[in-house]
């Protein structure tokens, strides 16, 4: 549904190695589908992005991550980009910011 591309162009960084990142892809599927109970995902521009930002939020248990920006660099909080995954999957949380599985 994504490619390793995608991830890499999002994340900012061309040295992590495909697996890695196909590993990642892999697991926000994953989640994806448990989260919205289902067996397979509809190809929107909505799933697309939370799968980027799902897979972001699990690369980021292994790495540093930070936004590369200019001279400016930003912290990727991985709770902000699950909260944003769930807002883009239409999930409502049961409880407080989060929706754990």
Same mark, same amino acid.
């Given at each position: 549904?994504?490619?390793?591309?995608?991830?890499? /162009?999002?994340? #900012? &960084?061309?040295?992590? %190695? &495909?697996?890695?990142?196909?590993?990642?892809? &892999?697991?926000?599927? #994953?989640?994806?589908?448990?989260?919205?109970?289902?067996?397979?995902?509809?190809?929107? %521009?909505?799933?697309?992005?939370?799968?980027?930002?799902?897979?972001?939020?699990?690369?980021?248990?292994?790495? /540093?991550?930070?936004?590369?920006?200019?001279? /400016?660099?930003?912290?990727?909080?991985?709770? /902000?980009?699950?909260?944003?995954?769930?807002?883009?999957?239409?999930?409502? %949380?049961?409880?407080?910011?989060?929706?754990?599985?």
């Amino acid at each position: 549904m994504i490619s390793v591309q995608e991830l890499r /162009n999002f994340i #900012n &960084d061309n040295e992590l %190695p &495909d697996e890695t990142l196909q590993n990642c892809i &892999d697991l926000a599927v #994953n989640r994806a589908k448990r989260l919205l109970n289902t067996e397979s995902l509809t190809d929107t %521009p909505e799933v697309r992005k939370a799968l980027i930002l799902l897979a972001t939020a699990e690369l980021s248990s292994q790495v /540093n991550l930070y936004w590369r920006k200019a001279e /400016n660099h930003q912290v990727m909080n991985a709770k /902000n980009l699950i909260a944003e995954a769930e807002r883009l999957l239409q999930l409502a %949380p049961e409880k407080g910011a989060l929706l754990w599985i």
